[in-house]
């Protein structure tokens, strides 16, 4: 399985509502969107940071619905 990249919250962002999602709300500096995937409507938390670690990118994606390909095809 293939490394994840170094992603800024901004680009993750972009990303998500390529897909569909919804900034909805900022506290502090996390960031929530909302959206649907497989029919489920789906809350996403993302740290607004410089540099996202790779575990927090993958519980956004788990959380998202998405996977690292389709994270690729968005970026």
Request: no cysteine; charged share 25%.
């Amino acid at each position: 399985m293939a490394k994840l990249p170094a992603l800024s919250a901004r680009k993750v962002i972009r990303a998500l509502r390529k897909a569909g999602f919804e900034v909805v709300a900022q506290r502090g500096s996390h960031v929530r969107l909302n959206g649907e995937r497989g029919g489920r409507v789906r809350v996403v938390i993302v740290p607004n940071h410089a540099d996202i670690a790779p575990g927090t990118l993958v519980s956004i994606l788990r959380q998202a619905g998405l996977t690292r390909e389709e994270l690729d095809d968005l970026l």
